[in-house]
Structures are given as C-alpha cells and as structure tokens.
C-alpha cells in the first residue's frame, strides 16, 4: 500500500484502465460512437421476470442509495437495472455518472471529501485499492465471494470489492475470412506457438492476403495493451504481475536479462511484417482496423472483446465467427502464454464503509447479492449491460461473439487472470517508445534501453 501512496495516481494498465482516461486522453477506446447516444437504436433483449427467487429482505424497503458509474458504456443500462430492483426490492438507487473530464478516483475522492460519498462505486481496481484502507466497507463473509474464485480481489487479505464483469484480449480472428481464403477449415485450437502462428499468415499471404493483420498505433494499445504482457505473462497471476513490476523497478529484474521482453518483440515483429499498415503504420487508423476486419481486407487484428461496437458498427453481426487467440510469446506449447488468453475483472464495485449508514450498506450489498443470485440480476447483467459475468453461477451466456469466445475460455480454464498495477505515464511514456519501434525508428535494443531507462526512473 505505501508503493501504491508513493505513486498517488498508478493507473492499472489492465483493460479497464485505458477505457477510463478515455475523456482524458481524447481517444476512444472502446466505441466508435456514443454507445448512450439516443438518436441510436439498439435492439433490446428481453428479460424474463417471470421467474424470480431472490429473498428480499422488507426491512430495507425506502432506503435510498447512490452508484457512482465509471463504465460510461453501461450508464442507461445500470438505470434500467436501478429500475427493477426499486420495483423488487423497494430500495432506490441514484445511478450517478463520472462526467466527462473527470477521473473516477478523483471524483469519488472530492465527495468524500465533501461528505457526500456514494454508497456505491464502480471504479478501477488500481483505485480500490488506493482507498480500501480508509473507504471501502469489508465484504468478507458476502456469499458472491465463493461464486468469484479467484476473480475477487484481496487486498491485504481482505476483499474490498465485488468484481462487476472480466474482459478480455489477445489476436482477433475473423475466422469465414480465414477458412474462405485458405479453402479449408479452421481449428483455432491447433495453433499454440508463435512459430504455428506464422505458419498460418504465411499461408494465408500464398493465398493471396497479402497483409492479413491490423495493427493499431495509438499509444494506449501499445504501451498497455501490448507491453502490459510483460507483467501480466511472469507467472500468470496479480502476484506475478506485481513482482515483475517491483523487481523491474527495484534493479533486481533487467529488461535485457527478462525473457519476456525478447519474446514479445519477437512476436511484435510478426505483427509488423504482416501489418496492413507497414507502409505508414502510425498513419493507420483505428475505426478502418475495425471495418478491414469485418470486410475481409485483413483477418487478424489484437485487440479486446471492448471492439465488439466497433465491429458492430462496421457490419458485424452476432452470429458471425469471431475469436481470439493467444498472444504467442515463444514455441513452447506447454506454456500457458501460447493456450490461454489473458482475461481479468477490469470494474469493481466498492461499498463506502465511512459515510453511509447501516441500513444504506445493507441495501448496498443486497443489490450486489441480486446481481449475483437473482435470475433477472444475473440476466441483466450479460443481456441489458453486455458484459462477461465474473460469476461461475451466472448462466447467462453473453450475447456477441467476442464476449462470447472469452466466457467460454473462462468456463473450461483457457484464460489466465493477471493485471498489473504501474505508474499512470507508463502507457503515454512506453507508448511513445514503441510506436518509434512500430515506424522502425529505433531499433530492439534502443528500445529495450527505453524501457529500462523508464523503470530506473521510478
């Protein structure tokens, strides 16, 4: 916790974190559009209330609470689901918005300060964990916790927060582009090392696709999304990622001695051979990597399952064969790098255990257990926010392909649940280094000198 207050602001370089410094940043990194937009029209998918077993506790009725929402793509949704659970349960629910411009820590830390503390918060694990000591309520004993394993999050030995949803990433495949092209099946499965994968672009670029990969250049991709594998492939788990960080920023890791730096330039550098890009590859555009993909100009593209409105707007459908695959890091089949994709809790929800009074806490954890238990909770969670439930209890299977692929890798054990806590400039400062490596304007071991120069910084 003290490396955490030395830092102040450390920014999770995990999925979620780089959709929340969206408004900061000016990019976009999750939509094309505004996914609130109401001139849009979304289809709506119904949920079944017929059925409803929850045990309500009366007592609770009245009460009124507040969410503080930092998942800007789920506001109407969590609104709708406010709605239900007043009808079920008679507790209101003021779903609050992190606005525009605003950070989530800063904005939950000027309420408390103000004396206004929501009684709920959505907000980044990074920051759960720069105010579980004197904020967050313990949820110990919740009963949710046994249904999260080990996608609940403890901080010195106590869990603070309630994991809302998991996303996930690795290499994109369209896979009727694929099959089309090569005139043959596709059994993603078979393919479990870097040099397997190679094997299909080069057979893919004999059939004539010449450049089958996308690949973006935007900072936040290639300073978190791409180096975050750094940490996150140490051993596979939070902990690893954290001892890679420590020992990197210690001196007792070198960049040049740690063999996972080699192996994901290596894969980088197939990434950019085959790049439909290469000629001008930080001229290439994010919003067109979405619609090549769809169209079939390109076949592969890394991103996370957070692309799906992307492609949906370029025309994908949710029938369509999407997929990922690993994010192959060497020819070893038995590492897990090459079989499993990384996928984590990227929002958690946080229960103000300083302002909020019993009966608020109460409701407060009777809505998490409703999420959790509830049929129309757990409905409501993957069919009206879209979202990968963090649950193994929760049957519900999500409705795109992409969050699809991931939820059934979560189910039979194909993901490894990693996340790595680092300085908030780490993506911006690394980001700018690799996009140099991406225009071949540096070469590996000046970047490798970059990455080791910033770390010696710290």
């Known amino acids: 916790m003290m490396k955490l207050r030395q830092w102040k602001r450390t920014a999770a370089i995990g999925l979620s974190t780089v959709l929340a410094v969206t408004s900061l940043s000016g990019c976009r990194f999750g939509f094309a559009s505004d996914p609130d937009d109401e001139n849009d029209t979304v289809k709506?998918?119904?949920?079944?209330?017929?059925?409803?077993?929850?045990?309500?506790?009366?007592?609770?009725?009245?009460?009124?609470?507040?969410?503080?929402?930092?998942?800007?793509?789920?506001?109407?949704?969590?609104?709708?689901?406010?709605?239900?659970?007043?009808?079920?349960?008679?507790?209101?629910?003021?779903?609050?918005?992190?606005?525009?411009?605003?950070?989530?820590?800063?904005?939950?830390?000027?309420?408390?300060?103000s004396g206004?503390?929501?009684?709920?918060?959505?907000?980044?694990?990074?920051?759960?964990?720069?105010?579980?000591?004197?904020?967050?309520?313990?949820?110990?004993?919740?009963?949710w916790v046994k249904e999260a394993g080990n996608y609940a999050t403890e901080i010195q030995g106590h869990i603070f927060s309630m994991p809302l949803c998991v996303e996930g990433k690795g290499i994109i495949y369209n896979k009727k582009v694929i099959e089309e092209t090569l005139g043959r099946n596709l059994n993603p499965d078979e393919i479990n090392t870097l040099d397997g994968f190679k094997a299909l672009l080069n057979e893919m670029r004999d059939a004539g696709m010449e450049k089958p990969v996308s690949l973006a250049k935007e900072d936040w991709s290639l300073g978190a999304h791409h180096l975050q594998y750094l940490y996150e492939t140490y051993d596979g788990t939070s902990e690893g990622a954290a001892k890679a960080v420590e020992d990197l920023e210690?001196?007792?890791?070198?960049?040049?001695?740690?063999?996972?730096?080699?192996?994901?330039?290596?894969?980088?550098?197939?990434?950019?051979?085959?790049?439909?890009?290469?000629?001008?590859?930080?001229?290439?555009?994010?919003?067109?990597?979405?619609?090549?993909?769809?169209?079939?100009?390109?076949?592969?593209?890394?991103?996370?399952?957070?692309?799906?409105?992307?492609?949906?707007?370029?025309?994908?459908?949710?029938?369509?064969?999407?997929?990922?695959?690993?994010?192959?890091?060497?020819?070893?089949?038995?590492?897990?790098?090459?079989?499993?994709?990384?996928?984590?809790?990227?929002?958690?929800?946080?229960?103000?255990?300083?302002?909020?009074?019993?009966?608020?806490?109460?409701?407060?954890?009777?809505?998490?257990?409703?999420?959790?238990?509830?049929?129309?909770?757990?409905?409501?969670?993957?069919?009206?926010?879209?979202l990968i439930p963090a649950f193994k209890n929760n049957p519900n299977e999500p409705l795109d392909p992409l969050s699809r692929d991931i939820f059934e890798k979560v189910q039979t054990d194909r993901t490894y649940n990693a996340a790595a806590v680092v300085p908030n400039d780490h993506w911006s400062v690394l980001g700018a280094a690799m996009q140099k490596y991406l225009a071949d304007r540096c070469d590996r071991e000046e970047l490798m000198d970059a990455i080791q120069n910033y770390w010696d910084e710290q």
């Open 44 to 113: 709506e998918e119904p949920i079944d209330t017929s059925v409803d077993t929850f045990a309500y506790d009366e007592s609770l009725q009245g009460t009124k609470i507040t969410l503080l929402n930092s998942k800007a793509e789920i506001q109407v949704a969590l609104e709708k689901m406010s709605k239900i659970f007043e009808e079920k349960a008679g507790v209101h629910i003021e779903v609050m918005p992190v606005t525009e411009g605003d950070s989530p820590y800063t904005k939950v830390v000027s309420m408390y300060n």
């Open 116 to 143: 206004n503390a929501p009684t709920m918060a959505i907000l980044d694990t990074t920051d759960v964990k720069a105010l579980a000591d004197e904020k967050a309520l313990v949820l110990d004993g919740e009963d």
């Open 250 to 386: 210690n001196g007792q890791l070198k960049v040049k001695d740690y063999q996972r730096v080699s192996q994901l330039l290596d894969l980088f550098d197939v990434l950019k051979e085959y790049n439909v890009a290469q000629g001008d590859p930080l001229g290439a555009d994010y919003d067109e990597m979405a619609i090549d993909l769809v169209d079939g100009k390109t076949a592969f593209w890394f991103n996370g399952n957070w692309a799906w409105p992307n492609m949906q707007e370029a025309g994908a459908k949710s029938d369509d064969e999407y997929g990922f695959l690993p994010y192959f890091l060497n020819n070893d089949p038995d590492d897990f790098v090459n079989t499993k994709i990384q996928a984590a809790p990227s929002k958690q929800v946080m229960l103000d255990g300083q302002q909020a009074s019993k009966e608020q806490q109460d409701a407060a954890k009777e809505f998490l257990n409703w999420i959790v238990f509830s049929e129309i909770g757990q409905q409501m969670l993957v069919k009206t926010c879209n």
